[in-house]
Every structure is written in C-alpha cells, then in structure tokens.
C-alpha cells in the first residue's frame, strides 16, 4: 500500500507498540518504502529515512526514550507533549542566512538533513548520515538519456503522463522521452509574471509532440490572499511570490491530475548556471550574491541577537563541483524542494521528479564540471544527448534567468501586497518572534511601500520582508489550535 507521505505519523514510547497513522488510519508494524523517504515500523523497532535531498520532509523529535516523527512540523506540535513555539535562534538564523541549511526552526521538532537515516529501538535514538550514491563517470550522452528515460517512466501514471512544460530544455526533454516511449502526454505551463514569455515555446513543442496542452494563467492580484496557505503549506520561508503561483498552479492541476511530471533538479544536479557555482575566495557566487539580505537580516535583529548570531561558513572544496554540493544541500533542499513539491501535496497532486530518481541523481553526481559546463553554458552532457531529438539551436540556446519580481507589478497587486505584509509584520506577531527588532521593520515596511518596484533597495527588501513575513506566519501556524 502507497501512503502518502505527507500524511504520515508516528509515536514509539518504550514498553509500548509504535503508533503508526496514514491518511487518518492507523496501521500495525510495516515497513512504507515511500518515494523520497522510508518509514519503517516494527515492535520495538523504527527506522526513518530521507533520500539524498530530503525530497519529502521527515520531521522528528526524540525525548526521555521516546520518539515522534511526522511529515508535517504542524502535525508533530499537535502532541500534547511537544513544544509548539519557534526557536528564537532558530528565526535569526532563518532570517539572515538565505542559503543555509536549513535550521531547527520549531522547538517541538527537528527536520532530517538529506541522506540521513533515523534509527529508534526500545527508547534509544541514532542517526547516520549517508553519502549521495555515485557511479563510475562515463560522460556518455546516450546513457544519460537511457537512465532518464527510465526514470521518467516509472513516474507516469496510468494511461497518461501530466507534465508541468514550461517550454525550457529541462522540460522538453522529458515530453521528448514519453513521446518517444508512445506514452499520451497532458502538458500544462503556468503563466505568471514571471513566465509569461515561456507559453508560446511550450505551445509550439506541446504541438510538435501531439501533447494537450492547457496554460494555467495566474494574476499577480491572486496571490497576496494564498500567501499564508503558501507558506503553511511549505513550512518553511518563502523567498518570493513565485511560491504563490506555483500553489496556485498546482491547485488548477490537481482538478485534471493527480500526478505531475515536473523538470526539477536538472539544473541543480546538472550545474545548469555556471556562474553561480565559481569560487571567490572559496566561497560559491551564488551564496557571495545573498550579502546582501545577509547584511539587511542582521540589522533588523535586536542587537543582543546579532551579536550571538554567529557567522555561517561556505567555504567550498573541490571548485565547482563543492559549490554544486553546497547548492544540492542548502538552496535546492530547504528552499527549492518545499515549494515545488509540497504546494502540491497542499492540493493532493503528487509532483513527480525524474531528475532526482536515485539512479539518475547517482550518474550526475559523478560528472565532473568539465562534463557540464562548457563556453559559460551548463548541463552540456543533457544539451548534447537531446540534439537529435530537438535540434542544436533549441539545446545550446543560451540559458534564460526565471526570476520572479517583486510583489506589486500593478496597482492593485502592490497595494494588496503591502497590506498583507502589514498584517503578518504587526507587533503582535514580531513580538512573538523574540528576536526582530519592530522599530527597524516597520520603518523599512514604510519604505518599501514608497519604492518604486523596480529599485534595488526594494528588490532586496521584498525577499528580506517576506522571509520575515514567512517566519510570523509559521509561529501562528505551529502555536494555533
């Protein structure tokens, strides 16, 4: 039986059978091989485990011999025996490293790190951390289709494949690979603000490969009323407003589908921005670039908490290839993964990743940059394996940035935005956090709303705010009945 894994709970006391509860039934000891995590119950015996990029959460808490674990933080708080407020360390940190791990933000649970396993047997805890399974390298094009082929594959449902086009290669190349395995494809492409430009491509490729194809529009005006369910549905902070419309997305298709195709994790695992993964003084562009909402996070600390705040170290091994494991276990993990999977689990649409399938992921980690990267473009082995079934100039086009904007792109979407911001910074809720000095938000939330929506100012303050925002929310969440 197939338990979706965000509906899981689990209770081990010692002296006691293990409580084990799915779907709002409870089941006697078994062993769930969920994809992305395990769950494994037996007398006496528990053992939990996350893949190689903790692709589904597993959220865990183990006192005085006994252990709670649950794929929803919200779920394991509802013990009467678990704490439900958020670490005052836990929100500095979350506040000013945009690409740290990600920390223990609740103090009734711990989140499992990618590649761990949890170990509980009769009152006594042990947790492993587990290396991403790699391969002999073999920079063979033709093997790398063969293994995504296969992945792609066991992840499509009966009947038909529903895959999220968006008209980029990563995308493509999997409706590629069901048109080619005779498999009907429903595509559906999201257009918001920050995609809009994508439609028409996808358009053209749904049409080429005899795909239905629906595009699923998404106004900036409809997102301020989904941030909260955004952000509960994550339970983590939120950079920006393209979690909104990935929820919003996700919501449209779950209507039709009850699985998607989704080309997440290729540029991640496949070194698809190259810039971001050179090294400064051993430390990766990408983490050099967050400085700024670093510095802007430490200044909105009270000053006692800034002070305890104690730098976090990025400094990276290995070129190209360390700041790709430094990408893999911080931004995609903790920031990346929860809104692209679990907006949809929000909505019962379970969001499926070919390119995180533990065989693929195991033959991309052992490509070396040089495999990947080439004349500034990434994921040059990929680019090169589908130029026969795409053509050279769709495959080694140069790499278009996705990057949301600001909330409150018209009058109506900037004004709405505002006001949420203005309720979830309230006093009551930042003084709850413990650590965030009011004066300085409120005073930046005033210029933020002045700022013209372009302004670089406001661009760093829109994600510092909603971070910020994200943060109150998940406090009310977790403390509330």
């Known amino acids: 039986m197939r338990v979706p894994v965000k509906d899981f709970f689990l209770r081990c006391r010692p002296g006691e059978s293990p409580y084990f509860e799915a779907g709002g039934a409870s089941y006697g000891p078994q062993r769930q091989d969920i994809e ?41 708080t509802r013990e009467a025996d678990v704490p439900r407020h958020l670490l005052p360390m836990g929100v500095a940190v979350a506040l000013c490293e945009p690409v740290g791990r990600r920390p223990s933000l609740c103090a009734g649970g711990l989140s499992l790190l990618p590649g ?124 920006n407003a393209r979690a909104m419309s990935k929820f919003a997305f996700h919501r449209e298709v779950a209507r039709h589908e009850t699985h998607l195709l989704s080309g997440f994790g290729a540029d991640d695992l496949l070194m698809g921005s190259p810039a971001g993964l050179t090294l400064e003084a051993g430390v990766p562009r990408f983490v050099l670039e967050r400085e700024p909402e670093r510095e802007l996070g430490r200044f909105l600390l009270k000053r006692e908490w800034s002070r305890r705040l104690r730098p976090a170290e990025f400094g990276v091994q290995q070129g190209a290839a360390g700041a790709r494991e430094l990408m893999l276990e911080t931004v995609m993990a903790h920031s990346g993964l929860p ?10 649409l379970d969001v499926r990743m070919p390119y995180l399938d533990s065989e693929f992921a195991a033959l991309a980690l052992a490509l070396q940059p040089a495999h990947l990267m080439r004349d500034n473009l990434g994921k040059h082995l990929l680019r090169q394996a589908m130029v026969s079934r795409l053509g050279a100039d769709f495959c080694f086009a140069p790499k278009k940035a996705r990057l949301a904007p600001p909330g409150g792109g018209n009058v ?70």
């Not at 494994?40 to 006994?66: I, K, M, N, Q, Y």
């Not at 629906?214 to 941030?227: D, M, N, T």
């Not at 809104?339 to 019962?348: D, I, K, P, S, Y």
Request: proline share 3%; aromatic share 4%; charged share 25%.
């Open 412 to 481: 109506r979407a900037r004004r709405d935005w505002i006001a949420w911001l203005d309720a979830a910074l309230s006093h009551d809720r930042l003084e709850r956090l413990q650590v965030v000095d009011e004066g300085k938000v409120r005073r930046e939330l005033i210029q933020y709303g002045k700022l013209h929506n372009d302004a670089p100012r406001r661009l760093l303050l829109d994600r510092v705010l909603m971070r910020l925002a994200s943060l109150t929310v998940l406090q009310q969440w977790w403390e509330g009945p």
């Open 339 to 348: 809104v692209e999977t679990l907006t949809g689990l929000a909505h019962g």
């Open 36 to 76: 992305h995590a395990v769950v494994h119950v037996a007398p006496g015996h528990v053992e939990l485990g996350t893949d190689a990029f903790a692709s589904r959460p597993v959220h865990v808490l183990a006192r005085d011999g006994s252990l709670w674990a649950a794929a929803s933080l919200r779920r394991l």
């Open 116 to 239: 761990t396993a949890l170990v509980w047997e009769e009152g006594k805890t042990r947790t492993t951390r587990q290396r991403a399974r790699t391969r002999a390298a073999m920079a063979d094009p033709e093997e790398l289709v063969e293994v995504l082929r296969r992945a792609v594959l066991k992840r499509v449902g009966q009947g038909h494949g529903a895959l999220a086009l968006s008209g980029g290669l990563d995308s493509v190349a999997l409706l590629a690979l069901l048109a080619q395995a005779g498999v009907p494809v429903r595509a559906y492409t999201l257009a918001d603000a920050a995609s809009s430009d994508e439609v028409a491509a996808a358009a053209v490729w749904a049409g080429r490969f005899g795909a239905s194809h629906r595009v699923i529009e998404i106004s900036e005006s409809e997102l301020p009323p989904l941030a909260e369910a955004t952000i509960r549905a994550c339970e983590c902070v939120i950079y």
